[in-house]
């Protein structure tokens, strides 16, 4: 899995995956032009998509009614070192039987992403430092 980020102007970066791409910005007051969401923000996406996904997968499998489900993901900032120190999924689903609420609770739980951000991944961040571009040499006849 991977995905591809170049920078375009300002605070923006464009992400690309499998030929799909999204704009990731800054808001005017952090010195960008808000033209996207942000990395935590994209990070709260890909939490709650995931979730949503595997919420989507029981209730099919079970043959139950998937008409307006939809989850918000809240988070609070943290200190030292910065980052999001604590998470809240909000999965709204049809009513269930409480036996297919535990369920729906477990398949939630077990999102991909749910399950990284559990487990404390290993991140290796590796600095690529390309040469600068040689001068063009013209020849005098």
Request: net charge neutral.
């Amino acid at each position: 899995m991977e995905v591809q980020i170049r920078h375009t102007e300002g605070a923006a970066f464009v992400v690309s995956a499998r030929g799909h791409e999204i704009m990731c910005d800054q808001p005017r007051e952090n010195g960008g032009g808000d033209g996207g969401l942000t990395p935590p923000e994209l990070l709260l996406a890909s939490l709650g998509t995931c979730a949503g996904y595997y919420a989507l997968q029981y209730l099919r499998a079970r043959k139950l009614p998937e008409t307006g489900l939809a989850v918000r993901v809240e988070a609070e900032k943290a200190a030292s070192p910065a980052r999001l120190g604590r998470f809240a999924i909000h999965v709204d689903a049809p009513p269930l039987e409480a036996r297919h609420e535990e369920g729906l609770l477990r398949a939630v739980r077990a999102c991909l992403i749910h399950n990284t951000m559990h487990a404390s991944p290993e991140i290796a961040t590796i600095i690529h430092m390309r040469p600068a571009p040689m001068p063009e040499v013209t020849m005098k006849a």
